[in-house]
């Protein structure tokens, strides 16, 4: 299993994270990767760019070190509406919008708020996956959630930082929302969540669980930039003309 897309990467813009788009995408280009996203954290997370970055990013070129860059966010989710951080303005100039739970934005309850939570912002429209779902004080009803996702066409993440020691407890849950999803026929992203270079493209632990449920690699959106795309086109987004060799 080779997966050449990363949907999930940081910028210093994150105020968190320590490396620039064109470090990243050289990190990226030096592991082999051909597609990456930038998904810096949207503005009500602490230290978070001001909603003009998000705006700004066609600046970005579409090709950097030979490795394709998309355009994105990772927003948070801010209630149990499924309201996200971002202007609607602004996430339909974008390429690819996450939306995950953040401990600072939204205080973890119980599972019956963050499954209507995930309900509403799947039903929204407005985001294309769930960022890292396997965060355990998140608990959430797997099978209204993952059944309304395939049906809205937003996919889940498999996070390599959650199952690498960033959200502990993640490890398990991960492999059961990737078995879950495998039985309904859904499909899935896959997302380094690199806040530093060095890790952008770093499936090392995501690989090996897929691996491990037998997880069908055509139900893997990441497995290549055509296939991603692809998915983008499905959701309704404008072809990338400066993309449309891949």
């Known amino acids: 299993m080779q997966l050449l897309v990363d949907t999930h990467t940081h910028t210093i813009s994150s105020g968190h994270a320590y490396s620039t788009v064109l470090e990243n995408a050289a990190a990226a280009s030096q592991r082999g990767l051909e597609m990456f996203c930038v998904t810096d954290h949207a503005p009500t997370m602490p230290g978070a760019p001001h909603f003009w970055h998000f705006a700004n990013q066609r600046v970005i070129p579409r ?136 890790d952008v493209g770093n499936f090392e632990s995501v690989e090996p669980l897929l691996k491990k449920v037998n997880f069908p690699i055509e139900s893997i959106i990441t497995r290549h930039p055509r296939s991603f795309l692809n998915f983008l086109e499905e959701r309704g987004k404008s072809t990338i003309s400066e993309l449309a060799h891949l």
């Open 63 to 198: 090709i950097l070190h030979g490795v394709a860059v998309l355009r994105g966010v990772e927003a948070n989710i801010l209630n149990t509406k499924g309201e996200i951080d971002l202007d609607e303005r602004i996430t339909n100039q974008l390429d690819w919008v996450m939306a995950s739970f953040h401990e600072p934005i939204f205080r973890y309850t119980n599972k019956a708020d963050h499954t209507q939570a995930l309900l509403n912002v799947i039903r929204s429209g407005r985001v294309d996956a769930i960022g890292h779902p396997g965060n355990p004080n998140y608990d959430f009803d797997f099978e209204s959630v993952f059944k309304e996702a395939a049906k809205h066409n937003v996919v889940m993440e498999i996070n390599n930082s959650s199952l690498s020691g960033s959200r502990v407890g993640s490890e398990i849950r991960c492999e059961d929302i990737a078995m879950y999803i495998k039985e309904i026929g859904g499909r899935i992203t896959t997302g380094s969540d690199a806040h530093f270079a060095a």
